[in-house]
Every structure is written in C-alpha cells, then in structure tokens.
Nanobody
Framework: QVQLVESGGGLVQPGGSLLLSCAAS????????MGWVRQAPGKQRESVAS?????NYLNPMKGRFTIDRDNARNTVTLQMNSLKPEDTAVYYC????????????WGQGTPVTVSS
C-alpha cells in the first residue's frame, strides 16, 4: 500500500518560511519522480516543484521554493521562503514512476496559510 504522508504545514506570517516534508512508503522511492502540488481555495491544482530520482529538477521552481529528496530515507522536502498570502493553499506530495507522465500517488495534503 502506497502512502505519502506530509507534515510541516501551518500558519505563517508574510515573509516567513516553512519546511514541508513528505515520507513515502510502499513505492520504490529511488525509481519515482517526486513532487509538490498545491491547490488554493477556488483554484485548480498547480505544480510547485518536482525532482527526479537523481536529484535533477524537472520543472522550473518558483525562486522562493526549493525541493529536495533523500533516497536513503524515502523523504522529499519543500523549503518555502519569503512566503506571500497568495501561497496559501493545501500542499500535496505526489509521486509517479519515471515512465509515467501523470502523478500516480498523492498524499492527503497539508494546509499552509500565510496571513498576518
């Protein structure tokens, strides 16, 4: 059974930082592309960042966000700096095989609220 469990969301003031983490199980982590997708209220899901098994970034990241992975610990993180109110969303961890183009597995999401 595949599980992606996010943590680290919460309330932060504008300009602040958060580190989101995702622990994966039930997949061969080193053979999966990992990513973060967010969905703001009333909006469609938006890709934030994704990273290949070898650590290469697969799409341009927002300059304030950095994705990283630890293949030994089956974890992926998203460091978010200089947060803005428009970054408010539920952030989902996602995974897909290197042979797939669409995300196959999703976490339950962790909410991030940027507000003073």
């Amino acid at each position: 059974q595949v599980q992606l469990v996010e943590s680290g969301g919460g309330l932060v003031q504008p300009g602040g930082s958060l580190l989101l983490s995702c622990a994966a199980s039930g997949i061969i982590f080193s053979r999966n592309i990992m990513g973060w997708v967010r969905q703001a209220p009333g909006k469609q899901r938006e890709s934030v960042a994704s990273i290949a098994p070898d650590g290469n970034y697969l799409n341009p990241m927002k300059g304030r966000f950095t994705i990283d992975r630890d293949n030994a610990r089956n974890t992926v993180t998203l460091q978010m700096n200089s947060l803005k109110p428009e970054d408010t969303a539920v952030y989902y961890c996602a995974a897909r095989s290197i042979y797939k183009s669409d995300w196959e597995y999703w976490g339950q999401g962790t909410p991030v609220t940027v507000s003073s």
